[in-house]
């Protein structure tokens, strides 16, 4: 193990380096412009796993965006891990709020990285992340010292709803068979909190439309005798939640799972300073559903966003227009028990129900995704604390996320096995955000942390623990 | 008066030329890119007054877009007409949604307009009717029988608030004064039942912003926690209606001036169809304050709009975005005897205090504008009456629209002159939206009856009426 971690201190420069060749390429999923860096991308990941030594590396072409697949066979006698990233990465809208191209890596110093962080849309999510397990394994074998079996599986439709996953895996069981997977795309409570992720939020994916006249129309000559679809649209959202920010549709909470007071009072003990939260946001004020904690708000309930809205006249000066459509994308956050397409159909069921007979609504699913909770009982969770405890010097905190990873509820409904969530970006990294970035420390510990992660795993499945 | 009218007839298919090389211009006001064609447009409205036989024309500069202005003197003992138009047209946005491009005129029929219409931005909004007031001139010159002194002023900054204008006006006071100003820039009831506008709405328009984090967050990392801007302003901008659909700004309708049963009654005697005005516009239910017909909603009484709505990710696909900022464009339309420098801080004063802590808000006042009840015992109505009897052979209606003209009240302070807004448009002419149209009937009829007008202005002027 010490010849593995000089390995990685000799070669971080070079590690970085090849970091920043992938994050050079604009792999934005959501945008069908892009669809030649994606496919770039899925090749440089399929390049960089056999420069590392892995095995049977291809690029599977889906109905979508290929999926890279690799796999290092050790030993009949070795535990299976099946590592699952994904290297397509959200837009980077709004472009000018960038310090420095999106995707042109550069490393900056900031308060919460010190010795700098790297500073690219992916860099956090899910590239860089990626790239740690790569590295990791590569100094294994370079090292000979891979304890594990090892398969690789990176998708590029994360970030449009994995769409494609699903099936791949249906009709690659047998190859993909392992036992656990391995996932690299959450966050540590802090630098100096290791955490490692328990739960995750679901999520449902709505576009909306409100149709009001067959044209746009002067507002002067017809305003107020005709239904302005924006004036409606607004009415329509402000009527989801209640004064106390709880969402109105009928049935949407019937499903939840309640946290009892214990585990409340259990999350509530993680370090959080609201204070510094509110700084760090430039907010005078949280905001939330009545009777719930900041933390809470963001793990454990869900929730509902307008993720954008548009209608109308949005260019320069004033234009007296009463225009014919309004739309917004609406996404839930979804908790243990909820079901996503449930909550799309009661989204959509009460979204049409409310909408006035002077327009017409129409209401598109986009993705969703299932909520997770995941064992701190298994042999996975165990390897995985072990091995940030060896590398961070401190016990991790078992914590929940409020963002989703659809794919660990397909992964153990598909392949029957439970995934561990050893992610190490920061909640201020700003992934899907302007100036998204990933500490040095941050990309460097992962790749330290998980060879001793295929350790004590190696270690537990042999009863060695 | 028969010379004039045959040379009109002689000359139809030149006026239809000339006016679909002014409609060429893209002369945008609301966008500074169009700058270059603005001032085009001054151009070409000059050199055509000038070819009409109009003296001391000239292209006034302004610090904003030119104001044209020309004048013929017949004799000291004639009464003076100010026509007043604009040749700045509306952005033409949504390009898509136009069958033929804005600035390429073409003549097509339509179920309204079976001789045909000029399909174009500013056909009808203001070009086609500003040139109907040249042509007509051009005519009597022609003939010799102008019987009145008229002046020409027309601006290029109508569509985004005349900013400029007053302060001309009241620099030029000596140069434009007048009997009364002649203004074609509103419609007729149909092309059966000729009208004369004797009210106009005026017009209250702002800009706000809600800001709440410091950037677009993670919807998945923050979204529950922290306030959500644009659900913030849908719910801020729902609250702005009650559901009578009454407005809920402090003090908004203290100064309506409320119609007696007896002028509602006599309102609502004008011809209306409700079912052809559903169908025209394709929506199921009408929608607007209780207790008002959609004419009276339409025209006596103040509304609140929304022109345009925008914030977070309005791209293809899903983004999972918690915005940083939405933004609204505003508009309330006055009755008398509201003022719109009061309707402006009264909006802003609630707007921010409805504002929760969670997030900022920043309201922009652009163009206002004062509503408009002009008389109809006056000589210059009288005349108006007289020549649309004559010219479509039946008497007109007085009626009082939704637009704004906020110049109206302007002139009647500065000039201290009362206006006539004898227009010819229809409702349904699409003025502000794609396909806007104007009747090739609207147009000559309009060239017949300004004649018509001068001659009985003068008559009645002189004792003859």
Known sequence: MQAV???????????LEELFELLRIPSISADPAYKGDVERAAEYVAESLRKAGVDKVEVCPTAGNPIVYGEKFIGPDKPTVLVYGHYDVQPPDPLELW?????????????????????????????????????????????????????FMIE???????EHLGIFCRQNAAKLACDTI??????????????????LRGLSYVEVEVTGPNRDLHSGVYGGAVANPVNILCRMIASLQDEDNRITI?????????????????????PFDLEHYKKDLGIAEVRGEKGYTTLERATIRPTLDVNGIWGGYTGKGAKTVLPAKAFAKISMRLVPNQHPDKITALFQKHFESIAPPSVKVKVTPHHGGEPVVTPTDTPEYQAAARAMAKAFGKQPIPTREGGSIPIVALFEEVLGVKSVLMGFG????????????????????????????????ADGKNGGM
């Open 5 to 15: 971690q000089d390995f990685i201190q000799q070669n971080k420069k070079r590690y």
């Open 99 to 151: 310090e420095s191209g999106p995707f042109e890596p550069v490393v900056k110093k900031t308060e919460l990285h010190p010795d700098g962080a790297i500073f690219a849309r992916g860099s956090c999510d899910d590239k860089g992340q990626v790239f740690m397990h790569i590295k990791a394994v590569e100094a294994m074998l370079a090292k000979g010292s891979l304890p594990c079996n090892v398969k």
């Open 156 to 162: 590029g439709e994360e970030e449009v709803g994995s």
């Open 182 to 199: 391995l996932i690299s795309d959450t966050s540590i409570l802090s630098n100096e909190h290791p955490s490692i992720t328990v739960g």
């Open 250 to 270: 009928p049935g949407f909470y019937d499903d939840v799972l309640e946290l009892s007071t214990e585990e409340r009072a259990q999350m509530n003990k993680a």
């Open 426 to 457: 920061l909640d201020s990294d700003a992934i899907h955000s302007p100036n998204e970035h990933y500490g040095l420390f941050n990309y460097y510990k992962g790749i330290e942390t998980i060879p001793y992660f295929y350790q004590f795993y």
